[in-house]
């Protein structure tokens, strides 16, 4: 049998072909020498720090408070601008009296914020604070994490009580309204970064 020299050919290109898919499959195989990297542990809790703007709290406020409340009827409104501005009413002989308190806002060391009250307005009564935070804390459903206390004139956000469905907590760094500077940092769940 004479080979031609397309024969030739046709084999040394079948041959070459084969043998280039076979190096091919061979540097497949072969393993790879980047290395994984190791994640750097990190001392205490692991956090993400957030900045927000009083419009931005505003939003968060009104839609955490309408979440909380479910089917229960919420009478009374939160604004934040220069300061915490509480609006609401409570009965007074069978009628409705409005009433309106603004607080002023500190970050605790702890990551907690305490409302210091400020300002009242009830119409032209003179009613002492403790007693619009004592009836506004018996008739308005406020989130279990947010504790008034009428004695002291304040109320207490205790975000280390607050649980987010995904299990991080938060904590307030700074919360200057003046300065419109808030910060928060809001932490991984403990063993979530094992």
């Known amino acids: ?7 030739v050919a ?6 070459s072909v084969i043998a280039a898919i076979g190096l091919v499959f061979f540097l497949v195989l072969l393993p ?15 956090a993400f720090h957030v900045t927000s703007s009083k419009a931005e709290l505003n939003q968060l406020v009104t839609y955490y408070l309408e979440k909380e409340a479910g089917n229960a009827p919420i009478d009374y409104d939160v604004y934040i601008g ?6 609401g009413s409570f ?3 069978g009628t409705d009296i409005d009433y309106y308190m603004t607080f002023v806002p500190e970050a605790m060391e702890d990551g907690n914020i305490v409302l210091r009250q400020e300002g009242l307005r009830v119409g032209l009564l003179d009613i002492p604070a403790s007693y619009v935070l004592k009836t506004a804390d018996s008739a308005y459903a406020f989130p279990e994490w947010v504790h008034v206390v009428p ?21 307030a760094e700074s919360f200057n309204l003046k300065e419109d500077d808030i910060r928060f940092a809001v932490l991984l769940p403990e063993g979530a970064t094992q």
């Open 151 to 171: 004695e002291e004139q304040r109320i207490y956000v205790s975000l280390g009580e607050m649980r987010l469905d995904n299990g991080m907590r938060v904590k």
């Open 32 to 46: 790879s020498d980047a290395e994984k990297p190791v994640l750097a542990e990190v001392e205490g809790e692991t």
């Open 1 to 7: 049998m004479k080979l031609t020299k397309w024969k």
């Open 10 to 15: 046709f084999f040394l290109l079948l041959g």
């Open 82 to 87: 220069e300061e915490v501005e509480l609006y």
């Open 91 to 93: 009965p007074v002989f």
